[in-house]
C-alpha cells in the first residue's frame, strides 16, 4: 500500500482542488489548441463535476482504498516535456529475437529519437497523441472519447480533462504490423507526481497488432499514475495485447482500458503485474459486432504490503461472440488483491459464449483476496460459466516431491510455477514468453525487484541515471 | 414447434393463480401509518412485557434515520410506509381445545391452502402453528411437544409464558440494526413462531407453520425465533400462499435461529405468495431477514428453499459458522416468472476453524422475470481449514428472461479452501429432444428436465413438501421453453 501521511486528502477536497486547477489553468494545458480537444475537455469537465470520485463507500471501489491516492503535493505540470532522446542510451531491451518497435513514455511525455510522430512505408502512423492532436484532427476528433467511459467514472473524466500525452497507434486497414510495438512506461521523479497519460489505438480493417505495454517506475518515490487507453478494432482486425506491471511500492497506478471490438475482430488481452504499491486494472471490453473473439487473461503475483485490483468488464451487446476471462493470483505476507469481473449478456445477444475464471493462492494468513465473479445474463441462448478459487498449494503434490527428495523451497516455488504457468502459456510471442517464464520464476524466488526492469535492461543500478540524461 | 412453444408459453404466462382467495373474517387493524403512536398501539393491544416496548421504540427510532437499500438487482416503486396498516388481528382471538370450535370459514381457507390441520393430517406427523393474518389461531401438538419440554407456540404466548427466553435470544441474531428491513420489523411485528428445544432433545415430529397474508393493505411482520440447546435436533417448515390482491403487499420477516453445541437445526420453506399479475400489477413484496448462528461446536444449520411467488423477493438466508467443526448448508430453488424479480442467495460467514459449508443454488426465469442469485462466503482469519463449495446455475426459458449471478468470496487465512462454480444455459435441446423422440410431449418433456434439473435442492426438502414443491414447479413452468 502506498504511503499514508498528513498530505492525504478527502476525495471531495483532491475533487475541488482539480476543478479548480482546470479553472484557473485551462488555457495552460498542452494539446489545447484544436477546438475538438477543447470541447472533449469541457464535456469531461462537466461530467467530472457531476461524478464522486472513488471511495471506499462505493461498490466498485469497496475493497480498495482510493484515498491514499488523493494527495495535495502532487507536481501536475503543463509545460510540454516530450523529449528528444535515444532511449536506446538508456535501455536495451532484455528480449532476445524481439525485434520491436520500441516507443518510450517518461513520466507520460513521449521520448523519442527521431520524430515524435513516425508514419512507416504501409501508412501506419505510431508515436505521440499531443502531435497526433496537431496533425490528424480529424482522426483524433472520430476516436477520442469514443470508447472511454467518461460519462461514467470520475477518474476517466479527470485523465480527459487533463490529458496531454500519450501513445498513439492507427494502424490503416488491410494493414499487418509485422513487428511488436513495445510501449515502455516510466515514471521517474523525486517529488510526489500525479500524472494522467492517454493512449489511443486504432486498428482498422483487417490489420493485426501486437502491443507490448510495460509500466515500470524507477525510483521510489510517491506517484499516482491515471492511464486511460481506448483501443478500437475494426471489423476483422487482430489486436495482441501485452502489459507488464513491475512497479515500485509507493506507486499508485490505476489503468483504464477501454476496447471497442466489431464484427469478427479479435483481441488478446494479458495483465501481468509483478510488482507495484497500488494496482488497478480495469479492462472494460465492449463486443460491438458479431462472431468477436476476446481473450482477457491475468496474472498477480503479489507480497509484502502490495494491492491488486482487477476489474474485468466483458459487455456482449452482439451476437456469435465469445469472451474468455482467465486471473489467477499469488498473494503472500501482508499482501491483498481483488478481482472483480463481470459479464454482461444484453438482450438478444444470443449464441454468447462467456467464461470466467479466478484462481487464486494464499500463502499466509495475513494475506487477503476478495473475488466476485459476476453474471449478468438478459438472453437465453448462451453458454455462460464462472468459477472462482482461492486455496492452497496442493499438499498431495508438495508430498510427492518431498518424498523424491526435493527440498521444500524448491517444491513450492515449482508448484507456484505450474500454477502461475497457465497464464503465461497463453502469450503467443515466443521470445516474450520466455522472458515472462524467467520474469515469474525470478519474481517467485523473491529475486525480482523494480530496478531489475522487466523488459528492459536499466543500464545503471543507480535509478537516477536517467534522470541525468533528462537535465 | 417455434408456434406451438409460444402457444405453451402463452398458457403458461395466462395461468391464474391458483391460490387467490379471500377469506372473508372481521379483523382488529390499527389505523394506515407508522408512528410511535402505532408501535405502542402494537404493543399495548398485544399486551407485551415491558422490554418489548423499549426494543420497538428502539428499533423504530433507529429504523427512522435509515435509508431503504437500493443495491439490490430489482425495480419497483417507492414504497410510503405511511399508506398502510401496520397490525391486523382476527376480532376475536379464539382459545381452542379442539377443532370443532373453530370458525368453520376459517378452516375452509386453510382447507383450500391443504394444510393438515385436521385430525386424519396426524398421521403426516405434522404439528401445525397456522398464522393467518398476523395472530396465531391454533396450535396442535402443543401437549405432546410440552412432554418433552419442547416450546413451539406464536411469539406472543412465548412473550407471555417464556419472556425471559425470548429476552434473552431476540435480536440477538438480527440487531435491529441489522438492516432497513429487520428495524421495520422490529418495530412493528405482530406474530410469529418460537421454537426452543431443550438441551439433548429430538424433537419427533417436523414442526410446521403456515403463512397466508388476508386483510387488504395489511403489511404482515412476523418474527420466527428457534433456539435449539445442546445435542438437540429440529425440523422446522413454513410454508406460505396469499391471495390475489391488486395493491402490493408488503412482507418484511425477521428468522433468527440459535444452533448451540452440537445441535441441528433443518429450516424448509415453501414460499408461493401471490406474484402480481403477468403485467406485474400487484403481488407481494418480499423482504426477508434469515440468519442462524451455529454458536457451539460441530453445529449444524441447513436453510432449505423453494422461492416460487412474490413479486419481489429480497432474501439471503444467512449463516454465522462460530464455533469449530459448524457446519452450514443452503440449497434454494428460486422459480421467476412474467414480470417477478427475485434477489437472493445466501451468506456464510466462517469464523470457527474446520467449519463447513455447501452452497447449491438453483435459478429458473421464465418470461420478464430476472433472478438474481447473491452470495458472500467469508473466511476470517480465524477460521483456519474452513472450506467451501458453492454451486449457482440458471436456466433461462424465453428471451425475455434475465438470469444473474453476484457471488462474492472473501478469504483472510491460508488455509481455507473456497470454491464457487456457476453456469447459465437455456435447457437443452439434446434432451428435450431425447424426450419427445419417445413420445413424450412437450410439456411432460420440460417439467421432467426441470424437475431434474432441480433435484439436488428438492431431494432435501421433507417428504410432505417435496411433493408440493415438484407440483409448484411442474404448474410454474408448464410449456415456458421456446
Known amino acids: ?45 462537466e461530467h467530472f463535476k457531476q461524478l464522486e470520485l472513488p471511495s471506499k463507500t462505493m461498490e466498485s471501489w469497496r475493497f480498495t482504498n482510493p ?65 497526433a492532436m496537431e496533425i490528424y484532427p480529424d482522426i483524433i476528433e472520430k476516436y477520442l472519447g469514443s470508447v472511454a467511459k467518461i460519462s461514467e467514472q470520475s477518474l476517466i473524466s479527470l485523465n480527459t480533462v487533463f490529458m496531454q500525452d500519450g501513445l498513439f497507434i492507427y494502424v490503416p486497414d488491410n494493414v499487418k504490423v509485422e513487428k511488436p510495438v513495445q510501449v515502455i512506461n516510466i515514471v521517474d521523479s523525486d517529488k510526489p507526481v500525479f500524472l494522467q497519460p492517454r493512449n489511443l489505438i486504432i486498428a482498422g480493417k483487417n490489420s493485426k497488432l501486437t502491443l507490448v505495454h510495460c509500466d515500470h517506475s524507477l525510483t521510489h518515490n510517491i506517484s499516482f499514475t491515471n492511464t486511460v487507453s481506448e483501443v478500437i478494432l475494426h471489423k476483422n482486425a487482430f489486436i495482441d495485447h501485452y502489459k507488464v506491471q513491475n512497479k515500485g511500492r509507493n506507486s499508485a497506478l490505476v489503468t483504464s482500458m477501454f476496447f471497442r471490438q466489431e464484427q469478427n475482430s479479435t483481441l488478446n488481452n494479458n495483465v501481468m503485474t509483478l510488482n507495484g504499491g497500488l494496482t488497478r486494472n480495469q479492462v472494460d471490453l465492449s463486443i460491438k459486432g458479431e ?54 449478456v444484453r438482450r438478444g445477444s444470443q449464441n454468447t459464449m462467456a467464461f470466467q475464471n479466478n ?24 453458454k455462460c460459466s464462472h468459477g472462482a478459487t482461492v486455496g492452497q498449494l496442493d499438499p498431495n503434490a508438495m508430498f510427492y516431491m518431498r518424498s523424491r527428495g526435493i527440498c521444500e523451497r524448491t517444491a513450492r516455488q515449482l508448484l507456484m510455477y505450474a500454477f502461475a504457468s497457465e497464464v503465461v502459456k497463453k502469450i503467443s510471442i515466443e521470445p516474450l514468453k520466455d522472458n515472462i517464464n524467467k520474469l515469474v520464476e525470478k519474481r517467485l524466488k523473491g529475486e525480482l525487484s523494480i530496478c531489475d526492469q522487466c523488459i528492459l535492461n536499466c543500464s545503471s543500478k543507480e535509478p537516477r541515471f536517467v534522470q541525468n540524461i533528462l537535465d | 414447434m417455434q408456434n406451438n412453444n409460444n402457444k405453451l408459453i402463452d398458457k403458461f404466462t395466462r395461468d391464474e393463480y391458483k391460490y387467490g382467495f379471500y377469506t372473508d373474517i372481521q379483523t382488529d387493524t390499527a389505523s394506515k401509518g407508522l408512528s410511535e403512536d402505532t408501535v405502542r398501539f402494537i404493543w399495548a393491544k398485544k399486551k407485551e412485557p415491558d422490554f418489548m416496548l423499549d426494543f420497538r421504540l428502539k428499533a423504530f427510532r433507529h429504523w427512522q434515520k435509515m435509508k431503504e437499500p437500493t443495491w439490490a438487482h430489482i425495480k419497483y416503486n417507492p414504497i410510503d410506509y405511511q399508506d398502510m396498516i401496520y397490525y391486523a388481528a382476527p376480532r376475536k382471538k379464539p382459545q381452542y381445545e379442539n377443532l370443532d370450535q373453530v370458525d368453520p370459514e376459517l378452516l375452509e381457507t386453510f382447507n383450500k391452502l391443504g394444510i393438515p390441520l385436521e385430525e386424519q393430517k396426524q398421521l403426516a406427523g405434522i404439528a401445525v402453528d397456522a398464522v393467518m393474518d398476523s395472530v396465531s389461531i391454533t396450535t396442535t401438538y402443543k401437549k405432546k411437544l ?62 410446521s407453520t403456515y403463512f397466508r397474508i388476508n ?42 435461529i ?70 452450514g448448508e443452503f440449497f434454494s430453488v428460486a422459480v421467476t416468472n412474467n414480470m417477478q424479480q427475485a434477489d437472493t442467495g445466501t451468506k456464510m460467514i466462517h469464523l470457527g476453524k474446520n467449519s463447513r459449508s455447501t452452497i447449491i443454488s438453483k435459478g429458473i426465469s421464465a418470461g420478464n422475470s430476472n433472478n438474481s442469485y447473491r452470495g458472500l462466503v467469508k ?96 404448474v410454474s413452468l408448464e410449456g415456458s421453453v421456446g
Not at chain 1, 88 to 108: A, E, H, M, Q
Not at chain 2, 173 to 186: H, R
Open chain 2, 215 to 256: 386483510a387488504a393493505n395489511t403489511g404482515q411482520f412476523e418474527r420466527t425465533l428457534i433456539v435449539a440447546g445442546e445435542d438437540s435436533y429440529v425440523s422446522y417448515l413454513e410454508g406460505c400462499t396469499a391471495p390475489m390482491r391488486s395493491e402490493n403487499q408488503l412482507h418484511a420477516a425477521v428468522v433468527e
Open chain 1, 291 to 344: 462472431n468477436c473473439t476476446a481473450e482477457l487473461n491475468g496474472l498477480y503475483l503479489m507480497d509484502k504490503y502490495q494491492h491488486i485490483d482487477n476489474s474485468v468488464f466483458a459487455d456482449h451487446a452482439a451476437p456469435n461472440s465469445r469472451s474468455n476471462q482467465l486471473y489467477k493470483g499469488i498473494l503472500d505476507d501482508q499482501a491483498s488483491g481483488v478481482f472483480s469481473g463481470k459479464v454482461l
Open chain 2, 379 to 474: 473466511m476470517s482469519k480465524e477460521a483456519a481449514n474452513s472450506r467451501n463449495f458453492s454451486q449457482c446455475d440458471s436456466l433461462l426459458l424465453g428471451n425475455r428472461s434475465g438470469a444473474h449471478t453476484f457471488p462474492y468470496i472473501d478469504v483472510q487465512n491460508k488455509s481455507s479452501v473456497a470454491e464457487h462454480e456457476a453456469t447459465t444455459s437455456k435447457i437443452s435441446e439434446d434432451q428435450l429432444f431425447y424426450c419427445l423422440q419417445r413420445g413424450i410431449d412437450m410439456e411432460n418433456a420440460i417439467g421432467l428436465i426441470v424437475n431434474g434439473y432441480a433435484k439436488d435442492v428438492l431431494n432435501k426438502l421433507p417428504m410432505e413438501f417435496a411433493v408440493e414443491a415438484q407440483n409448484l414447479l411442474s
Open chain 1, 359 to 382: 484462481k487464486n493462492i494464499l500463502l499466509t494468513d495475513e494475506a487477503k483476496i476478495n473475488t466476485q465473479p459476476f453474471l449478468e445474463i438478459y438472453a437465453d441462448d448462451v
Open chain 1, 67 to 131: 484515498e491514499p491516492l488523493f494527495r495535495d503535493d502532487y507536481i501536475i505540470d503543463f509545460e510540454s516535456k516530450f523529449q528528444k532522446i535515444d532511449v536506446s542510451k538508456i535501455f536495451t531491451c532484455d528480449v532476445y529475437d524481439l525485434d520491436t518497435y520500441c516507443v518510450t513514455l517518461i513520466n507520460g511525455w513521449f521520448a523519442y529519437k527521431n520524430s515524435p510522430l513516425s508514419c512507416l512505408k504501409d501508412g501506419t502512423i505510431i508515436g505521440s497523441l499531443y502531435k
Open chain 2, 258 to 327: 440459535i444452533a448451540q453445541k452440537n445441535a441441528e437445526v433443518k429450516y424448509s420453506t415453501v414460499q408461493n405468495w401471490w406474484p402480481g399479475d403477468k403485467k406485474g400489477k400487484g403481488g407481494v413484496f418480499n423482504f426477508v431477514t434469515k440468519r442462524g448462528i451455529c454458536k457451539g461446536d460441530n453445529a449444524k444449520i441447513s436453510w432449505t428453499q423453494v422461492e416460487t411467488g412474490s413479486a419481489i423477493t429480497w432474501k439471503y438466508p444467512s449463516l454465522i459458522l462460530k464455533g469449530n467443526n459448524t457446519t
Open chain 2, 146 to 207: 410440552a412432554e418433552k419440554g419442547i416450546i413451539f407456540s406464536s411469539f406472543s404466548e412465548a412473550l407471555q409464558n417464556h419472556p425471559e427466553l425470548v429476552r434473552e435470544h431476540i435480536a440477538s441474531v438480527v440487531p435491529y440494526t441489522d438492516n432497513f428491513f429487520a428495524a421495520l420489523n422490529s418495530a412493528v411485528f405482530s406474530d410469529g413462531s418460537f421454537v426452543y428445544i431443550p438441551k439433548g432433545v429430538k424433537c419427533p415430529i417436523e414442526l
Open chain 1, 1 to 45: 500500500m502506498i504511503a499514508n501521511n498528513n498530505s492525504s486528502l478527502k476525495p471531495h477536497a483532491f475533487k475541488k482542488a482539480m476543478i479548480a486547477l482546470f479553472e484557473n489553468k485551462h488555457d495552460q494545458i498542452p494539446g489545447n489548441s484544436s477546438d475538438i480537444i477543447d470541447k472533449l475537455r469541457q464535456i469531461a469537465f
